[in-house]
């Protein structure tokens, strides 16, 4: 079985860049019974966790407090899924698993686990890690998936997301999520005087890294879809204005010569536009600028507040919200501008529209009687649906797969501050991330392919 | 290099915020108006005697009476005292969404200038900058605390007290 192992990984493997990751798929160990039993059908309002037994993974005499570790975080991705419940390993009966052998699968029916997911992580002599896991169908008794992962030992986190996109994956039929960051602002100090500062986390929280040191204000960072760049809006110029900034090269440059402030900046699908409202006087316009060609263009012209834009995932129509009616509401034009129309039509403002990934449906923040919402609707306005609501919710931003909203939550009064928090479609499963210091506008990176 | 430069312009105007939050206070302890003990032309005078900011209702970049009172009060003494520039800076309360407010403060700003500018008071001696809802001067959960926060605040770039 090693043998076939090896030559699997040497004619499968891939590379992830700046990773050095090569992935193998593992042969099945059990016959291939009929199709498999297992599934979510997450086009469904409220699903029911799936049972998901992961025992922790083996270090075969090596370092069983990495193994577990990962083993941890991919059950924790799993869950704040909120599609999967991981069982509690107290309650398992089969001990010691391995990766090479068939699982018991009486022994998981038993208690009620409907996926099993076996591993080991190994060290090798060369200094990588090498990772291995199945993911088995309990009640058909097959394996559903087996990969293998080379990478190096500070990979470890990632390594466990990756493994966990591929459950998801596998299991719902739609790309997974995990493998992926959140930049934000970290806000410190007291309300009237707060420091912002820039910050990139993983998608569950870890690996906090500050890009700004604090000395100018900083406002809605957006990343990039195609390139480890982020664009926001900073004070540190002679005017207000958007800017890029390589997260990697910590290289930054001012986007376009603009006559005034720019702010509410956002890339196009394929990274070389970047969309944005210039101030002029008392009103707000939106205005294109093609990153290569260093050309702007105006895409409205009204005496009003015309800002927030964001692209459709194909490009070429653009969601934006405007005060042209009198209050904010919400409009779709074509990308090149032009005719806008109004989508927005509910009691209340409605502010800062983000398109989603999948092109179906438009996040936004509204506000109603003192009330801050955060909701979708088509990109027709129709099929309005309000997501969370209470004092102060704020700037949703999409996973990169479209199912899961990541946004900040504000707590009134002088201690008060916000928080950033993630909701899944069903609105079902609120969760809070945990940031070290008060978190606001966060926006989700792409998955890392 | 870049940055260096706009270290120093942010340090001086946290020199003049702190100027102006004191003088406010001590503003609000001497009802009766003028403060004999400020030297005129002097960015205390301004802040103290005539007054540096004006508030907006929710929402709402128009000015009333008394924002227009005070801003002919702000434009009476910058006509006298022509050697300083102004940065007209626009606030929102924190019951509105970012991107909006940075917009609506710009707006607040951008109303005072022209008021300020049709009052005879240069153009070319008026800079604006909004806020938005990031720069609050007042924490307090209700509406007592938001209004002080709608605001236009006229800013000597040049003051010395």
């Keep these: 079985m090693r043998g076939m192992l090896k030559r699997l990984s040497d004619l499968v493997g891939h590379k992830v860049p700046g990773l050095a990751l090569v992935a193998a798929v593992l042969m099945t160990l059990a016959p291939q019974p009929a199709s498999a039993l297992v599934e979510i059908d997450i086009t469904q309002g409220n699903i029911e966790p799936l049972p998901i037994a992961l025992p922790s993974f083996s270090a075969d005499g090596g370092d069983s407090k990495l193994a577990a570790d990962m083993t941890s975080i991919i059950a924790a991705d799993l869950k704040r899924s909120g599609l999967f419940n991981p069982l509690d390993p107290a309650s398992f009966i089969q001990k010691n698993m391995s990766v090479n052998s068939t699982p018991r699968f009486g022994d998981w029916r038993q208690i009620s686990a409907q996926a099993l997911v076996t591993g080991t992580v190994i060290k090798q002599p060369d200094g990588r890690l090498r990772a291995e896991f199945r993911l088995w169908d309990v009640f058909a008794a097959e394996q559903m998936l087996g990969q293998q992962f080379y990478t190096t030992p500070e990979n470890w986190r990632r390594l466990a997301h990756i493994i966990a996109d591929a459950i998801y994956e596998r299991l719902t039929g739609e790309k997974g999520y995990f493998d992926t960051r959140i930049v934000y602002v970290d806000e410190t100090g007291p309300k009237d005087k707060r420091i912002k500062r820039l910050a990139i986390m993983d998608q569950d929280g870890a690996n906090v890294r500050y890009l700004t040191r604090g000395d100018d204000l900083v406002l809605t960072p957006r990343f990039s879809p195609t390139s480890q760049e982020i664009t926001y809006m900073s004070y540190g110029g002679a005017d207000p204005s958007v800017y890029l900034l390589n997260i990697e090269t910590g290289q930054r440059e001012i986007v376009g010569n603009f006559p005034g402030m720019t702010f509410a900046p956002r890339f196009s699908p394929d990274g070389q536009n970047v969309i944005m409202s210039l101030q002029q006087g008392g009103n707000a316009n939106i205005f294109q600028m093609d990153l290569r060609s260093r050309r702007t263009t105006r895409l409205t012209n009204t005496a009003a507040i015309d800002t927030s834009p964001s692209y459709s995932p194909d490009g070429r129509r653009i969601v934006f919200e405007s005060d042209r009616g009198g209050t904010q509401q919400l409009y779709v034009m074509g990308a090149n501008g032009g005719n806008a129309q109004r989508i927005s039509f509910g009691p209340g403002r409605y502010s800062t529209p983000v398109w989603s990934p999948r092109g179906d449906l438009i996040a936004f923040t509204k506000q109603h009687q003192g009330r801050f919402m955060i909701g979708v609707m088509r990109p027709d306005g129709k099929g309005e649906r309000i997501l969370t609501e209470g004092y102060h919710n704020e700037g949703p931003a999409w996973s990169p797969n479209g199912r899961v909203l990541v946004f900040f939550r504000d707590t009134p009064g002088a201690n008060g501050g916000p928080q950033v928090w993630t909701v899944d479609l069903t609105g079902y499963n609120e969760l809070r991330l945990d940031t070290p210091a008060f978190a606001s506008d966060p926006s989700w990176s792409p998955l890392i392919d | ?161």
Aim: charged share 20%; glycine share 8%; net charge positive.
């Design chain 2, 1 to 161: 290099m870049f940055k260096r430069e706009y270290a120093g312009q942010s340090a001086r105007w946290i020199v003049i915020c702190f100027a102006v939050l004191f003088a406010a206070a001590c503003a609000q302890t001497k009802p009766d108006g003028l403060s004999s003990n400020v030297k005129p032309g002097t960015g205390q005078d301004f802040v103290v005697n005539v007054g540096d900011r004006v508030f907006f209702e929710e929402d709402q970049s128009v000015l009333n009476s008394q924002g227009q009172a005070t801003l002919a009060n702000q434009a009476k003494w910058l006509n006298r005292y022509s050697q300083y520039t102004i940065t007209v800076e626009g606030h929102a309360d924190e019951r509105g969404t970012r991107q909006y407010n940075i917009a609506l403060g710009a707006r607040r700003a951008q109303a005072a200038r022209d008021y300020l500018v049709g009052q005879g008071v240069s153009a070319s001696r008026i800079k604006t900058i909004s806020y938005g809802k990031e720069r609050p001067v007042a924490v307090c959960n209700d509406n007592s605390c938001w209004s002080q926060n709608r605001r236009a605040v006229t800013v000597l770039n040049n003051a010395t007290n």
